[in-house]
């Protein structure tokens, strides 16, 4: 079994989102684990440019990635994937035994070099999203995700 990390740059989230992400993260199904780790954003005062602070949050990143894990970017550019398709890319990458970790960038995104690392780029919709949504979306696609290719019957089309 690969763990699946959800590696999220924020500040503190309303209660409604920290609860809906736990909720899901829960539900797993058996051989499936996922887990939410945040790290901190770095403060937006003080005219340090976009630049300086998006590579703190990258050192932030590394320091919680899992070792030889694959990363995924979610990027406003990123591939818009229907759930199926993203079932299925999960269930492949799950597959090579490696850690799967799901990267979310702060207020200015992801910084370029972290995000040219990262095996594949998401987009969870084409709208833009508080990044308290962002992850709620991604944390109850995935437990769609592990659903479907369990047989569970979260998952109607």
Known sequence: MSRI????????LPR??????????RRMPRGWSAELIEVRAEPRSGGRPAAALLSREAE???????????LVALDELGRDLTTVQFAGRVAVW??????LAFLIGGADGLEPGLKSRCAYRLRVSSFTL???????????????????????????E
């Open 60 to 70: 932030r990143i590394d320091a919680r990635l899992p070792a030889g894990a694959r």
């Open 16 to 25: 409604w989102a920290v609860q809906a992400c736990d909720e899901y993260l």
């Open 94 to 99: 799950r597959a090579d035994s490696a850690p």
């Open 130 to 156: 508080p990044h308290a949504l962002a992850r709620v979306v991604l944390a109850e696609q995935l437990y769609r995700a592990a659903s479907l290719a369990t047989g569970h019957p979260y998952h109607r």
């Open 5 to 12: 990390s959800i590696i999220a740059v924020s500040g503190k």
